[in-house]
């Protein structure tokens, strides 16, 4: 924005960076949020193992692999299926679909999906972690 334009002293831009966010936190499938764009937050995560099976009824949801290996396991019209992904390729589980991501330890996913949007979808439990902003 031109300085002096209308609004131009009203708009913040911040830079993240996506080694600093991870050098952050260590805990597993505790989402953090990088950025907010329009009604959208991009996450990173670190995750191993298995999750949960789960679906976001309301929202699509994009993950980026950034390290590691990552499959998401699926249900699709009665049958199970998976998705193999490795650095810099992502995937779009699209909302309703069930699915369940297994990492290699020491993966790192970029995630994302609509503002609100809880990490366990409808299946809750004690692996719904509260969004936080990177430590």
């Known amino acids: 924005m031109t300085p002096g334009a209308?609004?131009?002293d009203h708009q913040v831009?911040?830079?993240?960076?996506?080694?600093s966010a991870l050098e952050s936190f260590s805990a597993e499938w505790q989402p953090r949020r990088l950025a907010t764009v329009n009604d959208h937050d991009v996450k990173i995560v670190r995750i191993a193992g298995e999750f949960v099976w789960h679906?976001?009824?309301d929202s699509d949801e994009l993950f980026l692999v950034v390290d590691g290996q990552l499959t998401?396991?699926?249900?699709l019209d009665g049958t199970q299926t998976s998705v193999d992904l490795g650095p810099d390729e992502i995937v779009v589980i699209p909302a309703g679909v069930e699915h369940?991501?297994?990492a290699d330890p020491g993966t790192v996913v970029i995630l994302i999906e609509k503002v609100g949007?809880?990490?366990t979808g409808d299946?809750?439990?004690d692996r719904t972690s509260q969004l936080r902003?990177?430590?």
Not at 13 to 19: A, F, G, K, N, Y
Not at 72 to 75: A, E, G, K, T, V
Request: proline content about 14%; overall charge neutral; hydrophobic content about 30%.
């Open 6 to 8: 209308p609004g131009a």
């Open 13 to 19: 831009v911040h830079t993240v960076s996506i080694s």
């Open 55 to 57: 679906r976001h009824p």
């Open 72 to 75: 998401i396991d699926l249900r």
């Open 100 to 102: 369940r991501p297994c």
């Open 117 to 119: 949007t809880v990490n």
């Open 123 to 125: 299946a809750g439990g």
């Open 133 to 135: 902003d990177p430590d």
